[in-house]
Structures are given as C-alpha cells and as structure tokens.
C-alpha cells in the first residue's frame, strides 16, 4: 500500500503499475513454452550497487532463484516474473541469449499499454497493490520536486514457484 500526502507542486510524480499476469497471458504460445521452465536470478545488488553506487550491506544484498514463469499461490495463475531492476539473467542460456530474452520481455512490459494503470497522485490518495502480480514504477519527472508518502508492505509466506 502507498498513501502519498505530499504532491509535486509543479504536477508529476506518477506512478505506472503492471499486470503481469495479462503480460504472461498475451505471449504466444510458443513464447510460454520457452519460458515456462526456465530460472532467473534477482540479485538485489543491481539497483543499490550498481544504480545507486551504495555500499554493501554485511552480508551483501539478497540474491536468489526463482521461476521466470511463476504461478500466484491464491490464485494459481501465472505470472512473468522478471524485471529490469532486480533480474540479472537466466540460468542455463548464454549471456547473449538471457540478455537478448530479458530485454525482449522487459520491452514487451514497458511498451504494451493495456498492461498499464497511472495513478496521478493527489494528496490523500491510497493504493494498494499485490506485489506478486504487479510491477510498479514511479515516473521521475518532478525533480527537484518532492513527493512524499508512507509505504506498507506485507511479508510473503513463501518464494514463488510454478
């Protein structure tokens, strides 16, 4: 959940959310079928390490497996489960091969309008959102202006899976 009380003065500051699960669903056939069974890494280091030149934690930052293709533990239907933030590559395909699949895909997500929702903030609004199903991403276009807001995120039980 996001609660924004805070609104660029000058306008901006939206946020754009993703359905992944009709970004699954409008793939070919035999798209599916290629990503079905595949892995890919999410490596928390990519944004903090990488975009933002921070300094590692103790420890290092979460890096994991999970199924590109995933299937919502609610609902049982299924999710393309990358993102151009967190996901390094996929097991198992060459470096060409996972680079040229994971733009492919992330491409797919950012230039399909019916997958998209913007929310225009005004002070006062509430979102909430499942973060299994849904990528989101904030619209920088109000620098130096600020937009301010508190966040709530619910813990999962489980990694994904198939």
């Known amino acids: 959940m996001l609660y924004i009380t805070e609104t660029p003065a000058c306008g901006g500051g939206d946020t754009l959310f993703a359905d992944m699960y009709l970004a699954y669903e409008i793939l070919s056939d ?3 079928d290629f990503l079905d ?29 999970h199924p590109v293709v995933t299937r919502h533990p609610e609902t049982g239907r299924k999710v393309l489960y990358v993102n151009r933030g967190f996901t390094s590559h996929i097991v198992g395909l060459g470096p060409e091969e996972s680079r040229s699949t994971l733009d492919m895909l992330y491409d797919h997500i950012a230039t399909t309008p019916r997958l998209h929702c913007r929310v225009q903030w005004e002070p ?39």
Not at 45 to 58: C, K, L, M, Q
Not at 139 to 153: M, Q
């Open 37 to 65: 069974p595949l892995e890919a890494v999410h490596d928390g280091a990519i944004p903090y390490v990488g975009a933002y030149r921070t300094t590692p934690p103790e420890g290092g930052y979460p890096r994991n497996r």
């Open 30 to 32: 035999r798209m599916k």
């Open 124 to 162: 006062n609004t509430l979102t909430f959102w499942d973060n299994r199903c849904t990528q989101h991403h904030a619209v920088w276009d109000s620098y130096p202006h600020t937009r301010r807001g508190e966040r709530v995120s619910i813990l999962g039980e489980s990694a994904p899976s198939r």
